[in-house]
């Protein structure tokens, strides 16, 4: 770890860990990253691997993700969100470290007929996203100098995430139903991750929370169909297959989805100056990235 900057990334294998080591590299900045041989919910563990380390930023991109199976094993989720979110406040906090955290837009139980403020208060639907809000407030009482993140329907190159899962629907399957009354703005990450690289050097203390999304309320279906024809044009599937529309109640879930939990996205590119564009525009990089991706490939 240089002394210069001194930035731990933790989840560094995860879809926004490996997008913004790549971010990272690019910019010349030394970094230390680990995964899960760091537990956040271990102190013991997080104490040993900072011992000795000069740290000035910690980025946090482990999570527990697995909305549905949350709600079987609540414990898990809380453990990780909740608990591991707080050890690293207090980490921080002792260290003097700012702190970058990752939260989202299941916070919210998606009924507002408009997009949500960072004032809007927290309503979530499932275990999940009461982990998430358990971890933010106390992220919130226990570090000072923290930046959280509310992101939604985040994808990237990396991972599983939907874009990566309808281009292997659209290659395997005659045909693919998709819900057509849930609402929101997909997260690009490779532009978040740029967007986080340039406040790590900014140097930015307005700490607080934001909500970070890009332009455009869609529904899964429009960007499921929109994915299948950027797909075709790219040379990614050969041919296009019969998307279905159904509504939530067709598709059911162990853990309740909000339908329509938009992002205001107004104090991220007033206080921090981040960079947001419509999502269209982040799809079609997506496709970009991916062919440039697949080239580098041995």
């Known amino acids: 770890m240089s002394a210069a900057n001194g930035i731990w990334l933790l989840g560094d294998r995860g879809m926004l860990g490996r997008q913004i080591v790549v971010e990272l590299q690019k910019s010349g900045i030394a970094f230390a990253a680990s995964d899960r041989e760091v537990d956040i919910s271990d102190w013991p563990s997080l104490k040993a691997f900072s011992s000795g380390k000069k740290i000035s930023w910690i980025i946090n991109c482990a999570a527990y993700t697995a909305v549905d199976q949350a709600e079987i094993d609540s414990a898990a989720a ?10 690293l406040a207090k980490l921080a906090a002792g260290l003097g470290a700012k702190l970058v955290h990752f939260s989202t837009d299941y916070v919210f139980d998606g009924r507002a007929r408009r997009p949500y403020l960072e004032s809007d208060p927290p309503r979530p639907l499932s275990q999940y996203g009461q982990s998430k809000w358990q971890g933010e407030k106390l992220l919130t009482a226990n570090c000072p100098s923290a930046f959280i993140f509310r992101i939604s329907w985040l994808y990237g190159v990396f991972g599983n995430n939907f874009v990566n899962t309808m281009l292997r629907i659209f290659r395997e399957k005659e045909v693919a139903r998709m819900v057509n009354d849930q609402f929101g703005s997909p997260t690009y990450a490779a532009a978040l991750a740029g967007n986080i690289v340039r406040l790590i050097e900014s140097g930015s203390e307005r700490y607080g929370l934001y909500h970070y999304c890009y332009g455009g309320v869609i529904p899964w279906f429009d960007f499921a169909a929109c994915i299948m024809d950027l ?5 990614w599937i050969e041919k296009k297959i019969p998307l279905l529309a159904v509504s939530t109640s067709e598709f059911p879930t162990r853990a309740a989805r ?4 938009v992002l205001d ?4 590119v007033r206080e921090l100056g981040f960079r947001v564009v419509d999502w269209q525009l982040n799809l079609k990089d997506f496709f970009r990235e991916k062919a440039l991706l697949e080239k580098s490939q041995p």
């Open 265 to 268: 996205n107004g104090k991220v």
């Open 258 to 261: 909000p339908l329509r939990a």
């Open 78 to 87: 809380f453990r990780v969100n909740a608990a591991g979110v707080e050890n």
């Open 231 to 235: 797909a075709l044009k790219s040379g």
